[in-house]
Nanobody, 129 residues
Framework: QVQLVESGGGSVQAGGSLRLSCAVF???????????MGWFRQAPGKEREGVAA????????YYAASVKGRFTVSQGNATKSLYLQMNSLKPEDTAMYYC???????????????????WGQGTQVTVSS
């Protein structure tokens, strides 16, 4: 069992930056097994989409084309935390952002939402023009 708690959302003007955090709670074994950590977002009326993911075991990272070069996913010490540094924010980045976890990462399915078993409650990001 893994619990995820996001924080760091807020309102910012276009071109600004935000850093989202995801605190990871669970047994050492559960956290080790669920080593693929992802960030998803969902805007009103739209499907939830994958933004970025990291394999906390090997360090590989994955990004959606829409955020590559602007967003950076990273992990904290002992995989107890996950971060999403968001720079050069655009109004279209406005959404609820979720942290999620599953067992393995791969380039073909990291962004598929139903493959993730654990989810946080989300944190709202609003970017104004």
């Amino acid at each position: 069992q893994v619990q995820l708690v996001e924080s760091g959302g807020g309102s910012v003007q276009a071109g600004g930056s935000l850093r989202l955090s995801c605190a990871v709670f669970g047994s050492v074994y559960s956290i080790y097994v669920n080593r693929c950590m992802g960030w998803f977002r969902q805007a009103p009326g739209k499907e939830r989409e994958g933004v970025a993911a990291i394999d906390t075991g090997g360090g590989s990272t994955y990004y959606a084309a829409s955020v590559k070069g602007r967003f950076t996913v990273s992990q904290g010490n002992a995989t107890k935390s996950l971060y999403l540094q968001m720079n050069s924010l655009k109004p279209e980045d406005t959404a609820m952002y979720y942290c999620a976890a599953r067992t393995d990462c791969d380039s073909g399915s990291w962004s598929v939402r139903y493959t993730y078993r654990y989810w946080g409650q989300g944190t709202q990001v609003t970017v104004s023009s």
